[in-house]
């Protein structure tokens, strides 16, 4: 039994060390693809208004809590309106009467009181707490900042997946101008080799000196190209930087091989965030529609007042009070207010309908049509790949001849000519062909968020 052990441990290890390490690492586009999930710009804006919604749900649901507030005044006046209380009228007569039977002075005769009705040297402090008992209102605006928050979920995924297209799109198209670089290069290694050839055999008296002025010019033409196709290949490396949050000028890692392509039937479907972004808004119009009919329906509350109210400055035992009440209203007519806004939310709950099943149509036309085009794509890229391949065979098959004086050189050039513009044809085919890979996984919903 050990030495069996001992013999899957070492066939362990030597398996472990001849597997490739690249099927250990990341693919380099899924690492971007996180980063940029991550890190960009846009994506963490739309995260700051999923973020704002929660705060809003919050706050619709504090409404439902007590309201608590601490009230206080003071008054102090002069003047003004007065009343005449005849207290000395009313009992000046009775105390006149009660000294005479007492034959005494205990009763002083009283003044007339005159009071104004304005409250002087006069405070008043409390707690004011009122609580909803019943109000419609509350319940569909808390019904819609919740559906808000699912809909402010799906526009983020929206994104997401809009962002995961186009930092895929910008990484195919830096692999693009990497091999348009590439093929130019190997265009100008061959002009270069056609340049020698041509002087060795002016020199050897095969050919006019024209050839060699021709083939410089070739020589020049390609360098100006290649210079053409490295300023792409920056500008395709900054906008991909750019979607990363990341410095411009970032090296970006590339695979070593080419991704492989896949076909239309190989990706599967999901829902698409889209619908998911309408469904909300019609659930939102629809709570949108109940919240103005609520608009008619009573409203009751309840309060209550802990406090202190007397004389200023002047707190004793019988200041503190305090005050419970309940309060119902019933709006009973607005101008037909209510009725209007009512069919103001029908119409907008329609709209959102209407929209919902429209985009139901489009986003299948969207999948049918990407599928259809990834289709052409990848019948262009193999006709590319097999036209490309027939034209280095042409080509080596002309140089041959025109070392050996049997072609013009006018004919090797248009080999040349055809050969380097096959290769970009195909770079560009396989290009489309990623393209509309991507545009059909977008279509589709497929990448895993």
């Keep these: 039994m050990k030495l069996i052990f001992k013999f899957k441990t070492v066939f362990l290890v030597i398996l472990l060390y001849w597997v490739p390490m690249q099927v250990f690492a990341q693919?380099?586009?899924?690492?971007?693809?996180?980063?940029?999930?991550?890190?960009?710009?846009?994506?963490?804006?739309?995260?700051?208004a999923f973020q704002k919604s929660l705060y809003a749900l919050k706050e619709a649901k504090g409404l439902f809590l007590p309201d608590v507030e601490f009230n206080t005044s003071y008054l102090t006046s002069g003047g003004g309106r007065k009343i005449e209380i005849p207290i000395g009228d009313l009992l000046n007569p009775v105390y006149s009467t009660l000294n005479s039977l007492t034959n005494s002075g205990k009763f002083p005769q009283v003044d007339?009181?005159?009071?104004?009705?304005?409250?002087?040297?006069?405070?008043?402090?409390?707690?004011?707490?009122?609580?909803?008992?019943?109000?419609?209102?509350?319940?569909?605006?808390?019904?819609?900042?919740?559906?808000?928050?699912?809909?402010?979920?799906?526009?983020?995924?929206?994104?997401?997946?809009?962002?995961?297209?186009?930092?895929?799109?910008a990484y195919y198209v830096y692999l693009?101008?990497?091999?348009?670089?590439?093929?130019?290069?190997?265009?100008?290694?061959?002009?270069?080799?056609?340049?020698?050839?041509?002087?060795?055999?002016?020199?050897?008296?095969?050919?006019?000196?024209?050839?060699?002025?021709?083939a410089e010019n070739e020589v020049a033409g390609?360098?100006?190209?290649?210079?053409?196709?490295?300023?792409?290949?920056?500008?395709a490396a900054a906008y991909f930087n750019f979607l990363l949050n990341k410095p411009l000028n970032c090296n970006i890692e590339i695979e070593a091989e080419r991704p492989v392509l896949i076909q239309k039937d190989s990706l599967e479907g999901h829902k698409r965030e889209e619908l998911l972004v309408l469904e909300s808004a019609t659930q939102v119009n629809q709570f949108s529609l109940g919240l103005s009919k609520a608009h008619v329906l009573p409203k009751l509350s309840t309060f209550l007042d802990l406090g202190s109210q007397g004389d200023f400055v002047k707190v004793n035992r019988e200041t503190p009070y305090y005050l419970f009440g309940v309060t119902l209203s019933w709006q009973i007519f607005s101008g037909n207010r209510n009725h209007?806004?009512?069919?103001?939310?029908?119409?907008?709950?329609?709209t959102a309908e209407t929209e919902l099943n429209q985009a139901e149509q489009q986003l299948l036309l969207e999948t049918e049509t990407a599928q259809n085009r990834l289709t052409a794509a990848l019948q262009s890229?193999?006709?590319?790949?097999?036209?490309?391949?027939?034209?280095?065979?042409?080509?080596?098959?002309?140089q041959r001849l025109y070392k050996e004086g049997q072609a013009l050189y006018l004919e090797l050039l248009d080999a040349q000519t055809r050969l380097i513009n096959d290769q970009l044809k195909e770079s560009?085919?396989?290009?489309?062909?990623?393209?509309r890979q991507t545009e059909l996984e977008r279509a589709k919903a497929s990448y895993i968020l």
Excluded at 134 to 160: G, M, T
Excluded at 187 to 207: F, S, T, Y
Excluded at 222 to 234: G, S
Excluded at 386 to 396: G, I, R, T, V, W
Aim: charged fraction near 20%; charge should be positive; hydrophobic fraction near 40%.
């Design 428 to 435: 560009i085919a396989y290009l489309n062909v990623q393209t």
């Design 112 to 169: 007339n009181v005159s009071q104004t009705f304005n409250p002087n040297n006069y405070y008043d402090a409390k707690l004011h707490t009122t609580l909803p008992l019943y109000n419609a209102e509350i319940i569909f605006n808390s019904r819609i900042r919740k559906q808000q928050i699912s809909l402010q979920q799906a526009q983020l995924k929206v994104y997401k997946r809009e962002l995961v297209k186009q930092v895929k799109l």
């Design 27 to 48: 693919n380099p586009l899924q690492t971007y693809l996180d980063e940029a999930l991550r890190n960009n710009l846009g994506l963490h804006k739309q995260d700051f």
């Design 222 to 235: 390609l360098r100006a190209q290649q210079e053409d196709a490295r300023a792409q290949t920056l500008n």
């Design 381 to 398: 890229y193999k006709a590319a790949v097999s036209q490309s391949a027939l034209s280095l065979q042409y080509y080596k098959d002309e």
């Design 176 to 214: 693009q101008s990497l091999q348009a670089e590439k093929v130019l290069e190997n265009g100008l290694a061959l002009a270069m080799e056609n340049l020698r050839i041509n002087q060795a055999m002016v020199k050897n008296g095969k050919a006019i000196r024209t050839v060699i002025s021709r």
């Design 340 to 350: 209007n806004k009512i069919q103001q939310a029908r119409l907008d709950l329609k």
